[in-house]
Nanobody, 120 residues
Framework: QVQLVESGGGLVQAGGSLRLSCAAS????????MGWFRQAPGKEREFVAGVAWSGVRTYSADSAKGRFTISRDNAKNTLYLEMNSLKPEDTAVYYC?????????????WGQGTQVTVSS
């Protein structure tokens, strides 16, 4: 099983940018589909963006399209989420997940999360 550790969260003003990273260890990172999810206070965890094992195919939630970019570097065993034009409603704990198949619907392993806070 792969282990996941997120980093890169923090406090940023509205309109700013952050880059989240998810470092993987354990089993072969490149064999997994990967994704980013987030959970705001009082809300359910929601899908943000996903990437296939090869890194070629990506997909994202409507809330992320045009602002967030997911990517992966299989040589570095790392997943990224570049977030631009951040809004206060993007405030949440962001989690990375690994799985097989469609990461939006099936996740096998989770990281511990990293807090992103966007001030207005």
């Amino acid at each position: 099983q792969v282990q996941l550790v997120e980093s890169g969260g923090g406090l940023v003003q509205a309109g700013g940018s952050l880059r989240l990273s998810c470092a993987a260890s354990g089993r072969t990172f490149s064999g997994y589909a990967m994704g980013w999810f987030r959970q705001a206070p009082g809300k359910e965890r929601e899908f943000v963006a996903g990437v296939a094992w090869s890194g070629v195919r990506t997909y994202s939630a409507d809330s992320a399209k045009g602002r967030f970019t997911i990517s992966r570097d299989n040589a570095k065993n790392t997943l990224y989420l570049e977030m631009n034009s951040l809004k206060p409603e993007d405030t949440a704990v962001y989690y990375c997940a690994a799985g097989v198949g469609n990461i939006a619907t099936r996740q096998d392993t989770w990281g511990q999360g990293t807090q992103v806070t966007v001030s207005s």
